[in-house]
């Protein structure tokens, strides 16, 4: 069972897979934004029970992983090379997820977390990554 995510990074691990390499755009230093879904959970119970009606919140706890170490992971973890992809080759590799693994995507919940009280408390992406458990068939 995956613990922190059930829809992007397995994607990119199911692409690895089937491809034989885990990439990632350019120099890979554009930014994934990224929450444990523990975490969520707890700021979705905090907006409930402290938001404001209408308020936006960023459910945000690692602000901006680089895409080259997930894909550094993701490589090590499956024995596969690890490769830059142009952006013009990022929908052929990646498919739908490239929307998203292509861009930069810096995100801040530091309002987040002074208006609502929330510390995320569960693993980053790349700690739960290495835990193993996304890699398991």
Known sequence: MLDGDYA???GLIRI???????AYVGDGRNRWPAVHRLDAAHLY???LEKGLAGATFHCVADEGVPTRD???VIGRRLKVPVVSKPREEAVNHFGWLARFFANDNPVSSTRTRER????????GLI???????????
């Open 127 to 137: 700690s739960d990554l290495e835990q193993g458990r996304y890699f398991a068939t």
């Open 16 to 22: 690895a897979r089937e491809k034989g390499l885990s």
């Open 45 to 47: 119970r905090l907006a």
């Open 116 to 123: 609502l009280g929330w510390s995320p408390r569960q693993p």
């Open 8 to 10: 992007f990074v397995p």
């Open 70 to 72: 997930i894909a550094d």
